[in-house]
């Protein structure tokens, strides 16, 4: 069992390895009980160490294997999180193994690309519930042998945005004969790597209902996989294997499909969504829409909407927007104006609909258009200025 001694003395050798130029960890001292310190938190009960954050530390050009042993003493460990820390020189995450307390770990911003045992070490850690390795210059994930062994079954958020996995995305990697996730999971991002070759139709497992009475992702909230390489569409085939149900079963709070060549027809089970708050399907190569389900779709989204770069050519000038974050520019929309109601006008913080086919009269009231960032290109539109 670990003492508070002992805690205390391996953060300190931890911080001695580091450069602490900011001072955010200053409050570390022998003078006082490790529990108070900047970015140190403890159980109320038992006062282990269970959670760390690098508070955006610069641990300036640290080899980390040389330091971190001293935190792996913390077998009780829940809480880790050194992303954007400025750590370098990170070779390997063997010391991870032993944190078997571990449920959080960010290790976001730091370059892992010399670490080829990552799935692996993920893999010895059971209690992991959010792993987030957004932007650590990853590569080469799907040819990983271990992949096909790997099982995520507590894993709630699971973030490898902004790395450089460069293969075909493999139907195993959401098999849940081999990739098992949490019934509750609620956050998948993939965005921005250069995965390349169709979608899988397995992507429709993560939302599987009763095969196998396998988990499911009831709760899914987030997904993520645009800006890749993708060819092909994701469609309600996808989903076909779930059940007799053509609706999935999961309520979308946020997703981006960005640069997924979905087109021309507007993907017909996003029209399901009912709880989508923000929307990015831009440049997906969409003309074709269904205008009712289209119209519904777009009303009642209240955040953020993006569909720019399409072939969209439907008129909107019937619509009444209810969101702060619009941008429809570089489409065919037709018409006047969308509408906006006068509560969500003083909202509004970004409107973009240049480079479309709009035509009619634009009605300006400067005082409250002023706070107002605004794009926009109107064909034959006759200005009308109200101060």
């Not at 953060?11 to 390895?17: R, T």
């Not at 820390?85 to 690309?113: A, C, E, Q, R």
């Not at 599987?208 to 009475?213: C, T």
């Amino acid at each position: 069992m670990m003492t508070i001694l002992t805690s205390q003395m391996s953060l300190l050798f931890f911080k001695w390895g580091i450069n602490d130029s900011l001072g955010q960890i200053s409050t570390w001292s022998t003078e006082k009980n490790c529990c108070v310190w900047e970015g140190v938190y403890c159980d109320n009960i038992s006062r282990r160490v269970t959670k760390l954050e690098s508070l955006f530390n610069d641990f300036d050009m640290i080899r980390i294997p040389s330091i971190q042993h001293n935190i792996t003493h913390s077998s009780k460990l829940v809480y880790l999180d050194l992303s954007y820390s400025f750590v370098t020189g990170m070779d390997n995450l063997d010391w991870l193994s032993p944190l078997s307390s571990l449920k959080y770990l960010n290790l976001s911003g730091i370059d892992l690309h010399k670490e080829t045992n990552w799935l692996q070490i993920v893999n010895t850690l059971p209690s992991l519930l959010e792993l987030q390795l957004s932007s650590c210059n990853l590569n080469n994930l799907m040819i990983n042998p271990y992949i096909k062994y790997l099982n995520l079954s507590s894993i709630v958020t699971l973030d490898l945005s902004l790395n450089n996995f460069t293969s075909h995305l493999p139907d195993r990697f959401f098999n849940l004969t081999y990739l098992t996730f949490h019934r509750k999971s609620r956050y998948l991002d993939l965005f921005h790597n250069q995965l390349q070759g169709s979608v899988p139709e397995e992507i429709g497992q993560l939302a599987r209902i009763y095969s196998f009475n396998s988990r499911n992702l009831s709760s899914l909230i987030y997904l993520s996989i645009g800006s890749n390489n993708f060819s092909g569409e994701i469609s309600n085939l996808h989903f076909s294997k779930l059940s007799s149900l053509v609706v999935p079963p999961f309520r979308l709070t946020y997703l981006s499909l960005r640069n997924t060549n979905q087109g021309p027809n507007f993907p017909s089970w996003i029209y399901t969504q009912k709880s989508l708050q923000h929307l990015d399907i831009s440049s997906l190569g969409i003309s074709l829409v269904d205008r009712n389900k289209f119209s519904s779709l777009i009303e009642r989204i209240p955040s953020e909407i993006i569909l720019s770069n399409n072939w969209i050519a439907e008129d909107i000038s019937n619509l009444t927007l209810n969101c702060s974050y619009i941008r429809l520019d570089h489409n065919n929309f037709t018409g006047g104006l969308p509408n906006i109601s006068w509560k969500n006008l003083k909202e509004l913080t970004f409107l973009n609909l240049w480079s479309n086919r709009l035509s009619g009269e634009v009605s300006l009231n400067l005082s409250i258009w002023k706070q107002l960032k605004v794009h926009i290109k109107l064909s034959f539109l006759l200005p009308c200025f109200r101060c």
